[in-house]
């Protein structure tokens, strides 16, 4: 992939996108596990909790890009991301975070809950930088801020306009094809055969959608019934 070019940016575009669109709740968890830690305290902790998570996010996703280029983990890859991308279409988030009262145990509580939790971000990004560690690096630069201090920001974008979190499921959706259709042993195929490579792209990120709508449909009036009694 060439420095700065369409396809570089267009990679770029995704990535910052997915981390907005999955990383809004490590940031709210941040917050919560920092709010038993003394006044004068919680801002050091906030801090020096978003540089740890990032690091360990950092090294994870710098890994898993290396690993992808082992053979038939770029499909394995595409295929828990068309879940991970429909289980965000579906799934209502809670925030249960033990906290701690001392510095060191939020400290720890931050990290390890968002090494946790970012697992499905970190395979997400990886597979949208296709093999290039720069745009990894870049798009952690780009977004992490965004999400640590405009967390409560995208959270009320994401409850005024769902249909953020439709955009976010589909790029991954995308995302998830573009790593089954480059696959090496399925990539000469579809080379050959561009339509049934853009047929298939089409298809997955459309049945990821319709079946989260679907999901999200019938538990609409379990969940009345529930709310009602």
Known sequence: MELFSPEFFS???????????LAGDNAILI????????KHQQKKVIIWGTFGAIFIRAIATLAVVWLLKIPGLLLVGGVLLLWIAYKLLIDKKEHNVDTGNSFWSAMKTIIVADALMGLDNVLAV???????????????????????????LIIKWIERFPVIVTIGAAVIAFTAAKMIVEEKFLKGFFEENPLLKWGLTIILVAGVIFAGYLKKKKASPVEAKEEAS
């Open 31 to 38: 917050g919560l596990a920092a709010r038993n830690v003394p």
């Open 11 to 21: 990679a770029l575009l995704s990535i910052v996108i997915i981390d907005l669109v």
């Open 126 to 152: 990886a597979g949208a930088a296709h093999g290039s560690f720069l745009l990894v690096i870049i798009g952690l630069l780009i977004s992490i801020p965004i999400v640590v201090w405009g967390s409560t």
